[in-house]
Each structure stands twice: as C-alpha cells, then as structure tokens.
C-alpha cells in the first residue's frame, strides 16, 4: 500500500518559519493535500492541490511538490499555527485515500 | 455555509452494529462525493469508505472492506455508513468529510465535527 511518511515532530519559534515535509514515492503523479487539526476539534483543509489556500487560510500558509517531496511552509508561525499537520494524496492505483502520520507543529 | 452533522455513534459491543450518519446542508449535496474519515484516540487520521454524488461508486479501505456499507439518501440530504462485525480497533471519532467533486478523488474540503464509536464489552 502507499505510504506517506512525515516527520512526528516539527519545532518553531514564533516569527520564524516551519516547513513540514511528506515523503511518497512517485509524488509527481499525485496532488498533494495538507489538513490542520488543533486538539479537540475537526481537521480543516489549509492547501490542496499541492499549493492551492481555500478561502480564509491567511498567506502565510503555501505548499509545494517536487520529486519524492511535498512541503507545508507556514511564514511568520504564530501561537495559534500550533496543531497536527496531515497530508493527504488520493492513490489512482488501488482507489484509496491515504494519510500521512501526522507531524505536531510545537511553537516554542 | 456547509454544515455536517454526524450522529448514530454509541458504545457497542464487539460483534455489534452501528449505523452512523451524516446530515449535510448549506450546499447541493448531490453534486458532491463524500467520504468517511475515523481517527483512533490519540491517534492519525484513516480514511474509511467514499461515495460518488449520485452513489454508483463506493471505495472502502482494506480495514473495513466487508464489514462497513457507505450509503447515501440525496433526497434527505444524508450521508451513512453501516458498520458491523465491529472490533477494539474500530473505536474512534468518525467524521463525514465532503469532497471537492462529485466524484471521488478529490479531497475534502469541509468535515463535520464527529461521532464517536466506542467498541468495548
């Protein structure tokens, strides 16, 4: 099955930048998409198609998709940015959605 | 605004049976494939089962493959799913997630709040 394999743990302070990372294989033929989930609440959708922000998800958070690599950049971390970081891609081959682990996003 | 409320989640016994399902307002809901997404306490998010907008498609994970039937109702405006056989690890929060198509595929873009189902004797 497909894997997504994502750091447990991400460090930042507030003002500086964190970059969250996605490992799969063959990521060139999948978009990627990135999930915020703050504790207690539902997961809310922050980048889709690699590097596309719904509406109301501030600037500050981009993505991109090169190789075997997706990366969730989120500029000028806040108090507030702190939460799991999932991502997400659909696999073609066996119809499956498949998540990463989760990374925690700790603003120090 | 997109609205989903989940409901139908209980503590059961392994073995048992639950329907859980998914009110969904605020948008046309035909026009728009579905997902069910649990998460294990403390644990990552499992994508579950999908359905099409008009229902002819359904994809379920190898985990509940045979034991869990996704349905929908587009006259009510409700989304389901059937879970039976139920294990120790089927206990989670089980969210209903709209996707961004009416087909699946594509991610989802709005998720209700959760239902949590709790297998225990």
């Known amino acids: 099955s497909y894997v997504l394999t994502q750091p447990p743990s991400v460090s930042v302070a507030p003002g500086k930048t964190a970059r969250i990372t996605c490992g799969g294989n063959?990521?060139?033929?999948?978009?990627v998409h990135w999930f915020q989930q703050k504790p207690g609440q539902a997961p809310v959708l922050v980048i889709y198609?690699?590097?596309d922000r719904p509406s109301g998800i501030p600037e500050r958070f981009s993505g991109s998709n090169s190789g075997n690599t997706a990366t969730l950049t989120i500029s000028r971390v806040e108090a507030g940015d702190e939460a799991d970081y999932y991502c997400?891609?659909?696999?073609?081959?066996?119809?499956?959605?498949?998540f990463g682990s989760g990374a925690k996003v700790t603003v120090l | 605004e997109v609205q989903l409320v989940e409901s139908g989640g209980d503590l059961v016994q392994p073995g048992g049976s639950l329907r859980l399902s998914c009110a969904a307002s605020g948008f046309t809901f035909d026009s728009y494939a579905m997902n069910w997404v649990r998460q294990a306490p403390g644990k990552g998010l499992e994508w579950v089962s999908s359905?099409?907008?008009?229902?002819?498609?359904?994809f379920y994970a190898d985990s509940v493959k045979g034991r869990f039937t996704i349905s929908r109702d587009n006259s009510k405006n409700t989304l389901y799913l059937q879970i039976s056989s139920l294990r120790a690890d089927d206990t989670a929060v089980y969210y209903c997630v709209k996707l961004r198509h009416q087909f699946v595929g594509a991610t989802g873009d709005s998720w209700g709040q959760g239902t949590l189902v709790t297998v225990s004797s």
């Open positions: 063959n990521f060139g033929s999948k978009s």
């Open positions: 359905i099409s907008g008009n229902g002819g498609s359904t």
């Open positions: 997400q891609v659909w696999d073609s081959t066996t119809d499956h959605y498949v």
């Open positions: 198609y690699d590097s």
